[in-house]
């Protein structure tokens, strides 16, 4: 199976934090001119907060290692659909592009809430050019890898 480069970064990352029981297998790379500029993963548990979700942890990295607010010019790769939270934040930090793997109904299915939220606030139908789903099925597999770890947690 070939997988995006970037992709595979993402899901590198995301199999990080699953085994350190971080979080969820969410991972997220956020690439200008062809380079990484920040990477992370959800980090929900390890640091007591609901929305350090991979997206922002990305976001946040790469914002401090160029020491800009404005992420004009990037694109963000994750391995799963962003929450309504951190599709806000993409287009707050000005991310061009989202590329993502699994859809937000993947994520229900491994008992994310994700889909909840989605409908209450909706809108996703307004920016399909914005998001672009790429290697569903290498995030399936981490997802179910996330699936049959021992003592796994949703939230
Ligand atoms: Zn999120």
Redesign the pocket.
């Known amino acids: 199976m070939s997988i995006n480069k970037f992709m595979k970064v993402a899901i590198d990352e995301a199999r990080q934090g699953i085994h350190a029981n971080h979080g969820g297998p969410f991972g997220s790379v956020i690439v200008k001119d062809g380079i990484i500029i920040g990477k992370g993963h959800n980090r929900v548990l390890i640091n007591h907060d609901p929305t350090h ?1 991979g ?2 942890s990305a976001i946040r990295d790469a914002c401090s290692k160029l020491k800009t607010h404005d992420l004009s010019g990037c694109e963000i790769y994750t391995t799963g659909e ?2 309504p ?2 599709l806000c934040a993409c287009m707050w930090a000005n991310i061009k592009k989202v590329y993502y793997g699994c859809t937000i109904d993947d994520n229900s299915k491994i008992g994310f809430r994700d889909s909840r939220f989605d409908k209450l606030l909706g809108g996703r139908e307004n920016i399909k050019d914005y998001l672009v789903c790429i290697d569903r099925d290498a995030c399936l597999e981490l997802f179910d890898e996330y699936n049959h770890l021992k003592d796994h947690q949703v939230y």
């Open positions: 979700h997206e922002i962003p929450c939270m951190c």
